[in-house]
């Protein structure tokens, strides 16, 4: 059985940084696409960031040049380093792994991120 286990979540001030990590088991995932989402109270799910197996990466418009998604295959665990954070990244941010699409993934339960002004 598939389970994806996020980390690094909390409270930051804006301008801050913070370091999510999902830690996936039950299989290899070395040719599964990874990646993250987020969902803020009210708001729709939203994708924030992706990477494929050939380690192409992809990015949500609001995070572009402040976040970076990368892969670990050994252990496999995706990273999500966020920058300059601002009150608008405030949400519970979700890991998915894939070998299709993001709906069609496996998800983790979620790490709340907040962002104080």
């Not at 909390?10 to 913070?18: D, I, M, R, T, Y």
């Not at 989402?37 to 924030?48: I, M």
């Not at 941010?93 to 709340?112: A, D, K, L, M, N």
Request: charged share 15%.
């Amino acid at each position: 059985q598939v389970q994806l286990v996020e980390s690094g979540g909390g409270l930051v001030q804006a301008g801050g940084s913070l370091r999510l990590s999902c830690a996936a088991s039950g299989r290899s995932f070395i040719s599964h696409a990874m990646g993250w989402f987020r969902q803020a109270p009210g708001k729709e799910r939203e994708f924030v960031a992706g990477i494929a197996s050939s380690m192409k990466t992809a990015y949500g418009d609001s995070v572009k040049g402040r976040f970076t998604i990368s892969r670990d295959n050994a252990n496999n665990t995706v990273h999500l380093q966020m920058n300059r954070l601002k009150p608008d990244d405030t949400a519970v941010y979700y890991c998915v792994v894939t070998s299709g699409g993001w709906e069609s993934g496996s998800w983790g339960q979620g790490t709340q991120v907040t962002v104080s002004s």
